[in-house]
């Protein structure tokens, strides 16, 4: 008798947990979770609890002053599988190209702070790893470019668009073990895509040189579950050369 107490009380308590489910998302269907989150598509907005944000992505390609690629020795080694790599394959390795990035007008809550080089992976915490990746935009001929890309989201860092510094260590590039910083300049931008407001580069400087960015739009198509949708991607180009 007691046993059929306990069952009848397990059944009614299960009962009660899934109405509660189907009222907050919960299970919507036998062995699945439905979770309130509405991934990107075009023409749709991204619900998620981070809000919109500003993204900012900015391409830069190196060459020496007879014009070798100095960033292809990099883009050969991003793509190594090899189970040692695995933490980074598809990006540029980290321990031979570190970033940080600063920047302008920071809420009072972020760390802002930067590590002055990169000597070993135990001495940076994650937070603190930048991850770039290699592109070639589709073209064969074209010269390698590091990406990267940053995201401030308005619900905590507020409307206004960032500027952004960028430092880099890389001695494949520039041939020492030194930071470089980029300060880069930007504003609003014209393009949407869902919730992510796409910044417009304007300028960066470096070692006292302006450089202006080309704006780079690539529209990729995605097929996924049944369903298509197109999504905007937009890099700023620059080129420079270096002394060396």
């Not at 308590?13 to 075009?42: A, M, N, Q, T, Y």
């Not at 401030?152 to 952004?164: A, H, K, Q, S």
Request: proline share 5%; with cysteine.
């Amino acid at each position: 008798m007691n046993s059929l107490k306990h069952i009848l009380l397990l059944s009614i308590i299960l009962l009660s947990i899934s109405s509660c489910g189907h009222e907050l998302g919960g299970p919507s269907r036998e062995g699945e979770l439905s979770v309130d989150i509405d991934f990107e598509k075009e023409g749709r907005e991204l619900s998620n609890t981070f809000g919109p944000a500003w993204e900012y992505s900015i391409a830069i390609s190196f060459k020496d002053k007879e014009g070798n690629d100095l960033v292809s020795p990099l883009a050969e080694e991003q793509w190594d599988s090899n189970p040692d790599a695995s933490h980074w394959a598809g990006y540029i390795n980290p321990d031979r190209l570190h970033l940080d990035v600063i920047y302008s007008n920071p809420p009072d809550w972020f760390d802002n702070t930067t590590y002055t080089h990169k000597a070993s992976p135990e001495m940076i915490p994650d937070e603190h790893v930048k991850y770039c990746t290699a592109s070639q935009y589709g073209q064969s001929d074209s010269p390698w470019y590091v990406v990267h890309g940053e995201a401030t989201y308005i619900n905590t860092w507020g409307e206004e668009v960032r500027d952004l510094t960028l430092k880099i260590t890389c001695p494949t590039i520039f041939g020492d073990n030194e930071i470089h910083e980029f300060a880069t300049c930007w504003e609003e931008g014209d393009e949407r895509r869902g919730e992510e407001w796409l910044a417009k580069c304007t300028k960066l400087v470096f070692e006292g040189q302006d450089y202006i960015p080309e704006k780079k739009i690539i529209v990729k198509h995605f097929e996924n579950f049944g369903e298509e949708w197109d999504t905007i991607i937009v890099d700023y180009l620059i080129t420079i050369v270096l002394d060396k």
